[in-house]
């Protein structure tokens, strides 16, 4: 059992804390949850007016918390095995334990694991409502710690305070949804005490695609094959939902895409539109329609294959659309059954990190122990979550990360006894 002493500073008494945790998203609650079960005291500082806002918008509402296949191919950074004892030690059964024991079933949509509920929100009632309150200080940004190595403290300031501790965890996520309190300015409190920050980038993100090139299909969505090639070279097939927005590509395969072309130039996105049907099929399929109604006009030729709304465009930009089908050639149809198999959109820009779910980049772990994610610099420091330079692909893993990280500090802090 660790508990708070008291200390006199400048004549003054306080508190110090066993363990600090900075921030009050998924990885600082899954902390101050394991702390609580172990009788350890912490303090949480949280700069929203409450805790786990962004946990609330994950998968649209419905808290997509895990997945069913955790590998290490779902995670990006400089160092591809840092996360693995994490992953493999706190894994997806290890996640859906946890919840189980606060009465929280979760389950599986296409590998994608939910809470029963379907709402965020049991996550965050299941994580919160099982902490103290008075262990929580809210609307409390940490604008500044240092550490007193001959004493082994902590000193942890905020705008109206400062706190002691034996060990802070920094859990202040990354640069991602500046709305959930994400703003990328909480990386210099590492920095400060010498950890690097790679080059960071949004991810699982929209695209934004060459201007006129998605025109007139906004809120168009399909399900496709979508291939993402840097300069020319084929690096990332994705299969799923693809949106149109008014600028450019979104859906699931452009949030899996998007972390493979973060920070890269000369990147196209190359869409079949009719993956499951090869191309003779649909030419075969096209003369059939053409030759039935020979009358129609050429726009909505293909639409029986997509959305009216591709066909409209894809037959305006071969010069189709104002032709009756009688007097669209077999050529024509060929071109046209090709374009469906690809269609290429040159990316241009992302949306940018206010629209982004994660950062690509963050605290080099070549500095951070990966089993107990203790700083290699500062004893007593910890990093865990989206801060460090692990992303997860589209999916729940990055909230498995999250949590799998901060299960790691808490067993650092258990065995360490601080
Ligand atoms: C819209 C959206 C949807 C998403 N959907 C999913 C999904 O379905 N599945 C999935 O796996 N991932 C999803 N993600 C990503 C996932 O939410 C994050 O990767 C994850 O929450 C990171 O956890 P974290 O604890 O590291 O950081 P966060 O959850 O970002 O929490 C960091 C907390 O620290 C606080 N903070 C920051 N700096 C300070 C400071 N100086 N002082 C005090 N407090 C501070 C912030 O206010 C915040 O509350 C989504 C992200 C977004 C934006």
Request: glycine share 10%.
């Amino acid at each position: 059992m660790l508990k708070y002493y008291i200390i006199k500073q400048f004549g003054v008494l306080f508190v110090v804390y066993p363990i600090i945790i900075v921030g009050g998203g998924f990885s600082g609650l899954v902390l101050a949850n394991g702390l609580t079960d172990n009788n350890i005291d912490f303090l949480l500082l949280e700069r929203n007016d409450r805790v786990g806002k962004k946990l609330l918008a994950t998968g649209n509402g419905r808290g997509n918390v895990t997945n069913k296949n955790i590998a290490l191919e779902n995670y990006h950074g400089a160092d591809f095995s840092f996360p693995s004892f994490a992953l493999k030690t706190y894994d997806n059964r290890h996640i859906e334990g946890f919840f189980d024991k606060k009465g929280i079933i979760l389950t599986c949509e296409d590998d994608k694991v939910y809470p029963a509920s379907l709402q965020a929100n049991s996550l965050l009632d299941g994580l919160r409502l099982y902490i103290d309150e008075a262990k929580i200080k809210t609307n409390a940004y940490v604008s500044d710690i240092t550490f007193d190595k001959a004493k082994k403290l902590f000193t942890v300031k905020t705008k109206d305070d400062i706190y002691y501790s034996r060990a802070v965890a920094l859990c202040v996520g990354g640069m991602a949804g500046k709305a959930f309190g994400t703003d990328g300015s909480s990386y210099r409190l590492a920095e400060k005490f010498g950890h690097k920050v790679s080059k960071l980038y949004p991810a699982l993100v929209q695209l934004v695609t060459e201007k006129g090139s998605v025109k007139g299909l906004k809120g168009v969505k399909q399900t496709v094959k979508a291939t993402l090639t840097v300069g020319g070279k084929v690096i990332k097939t994705a299969v799923g939902d693809l949106l149109f927005t008014d600028n450019g590509l979104s859906g699931n395969t452009i949030f899996t895409l998007s972390s493979f072309s973060a920070g890269k130039t000369d990147c196209t996105i190359n869409v079949e539109f009719v993956p499951q049907i090869d191309v003779e099929q649909i030419i075969k399929s096209l003369k059939n329609r053409r030759d039935s109604y020979p009358d129609l006009l050429g726009e909505t030729l293909l639409s029986g294959l997509v959305h009216s709304r591709i066909s409209s465009k894809i037959c305006q930009e071969a010069g189709v659309a104002k032709l009756i089908y009688s007097k669209i050639s077999d050529k024509q149809i060929e071109m046209l059954a090709k374009t469906l198999k690809n269609t290429c959109f040159k990316v241009v820009d992302t949306t940018g990190f206010d629209n982004a779910q994660v950062t690509n980049g963050g605290v080099l772990t070549k500095d951070v122990n990966p089993e107990t994610m203790e700083s290699k610099l500062v004893s007593g420091l910890y990093l865990c979550g989206e801060v460090l330079d692990v992303a997860g692909d589209c999916g729940g893993y990055n909230l498995q990360w999250a949590y799998s990280s901060a299960n790691c500090v808490l067993g650092a802090i258990i065995n360490g006894n601080r």
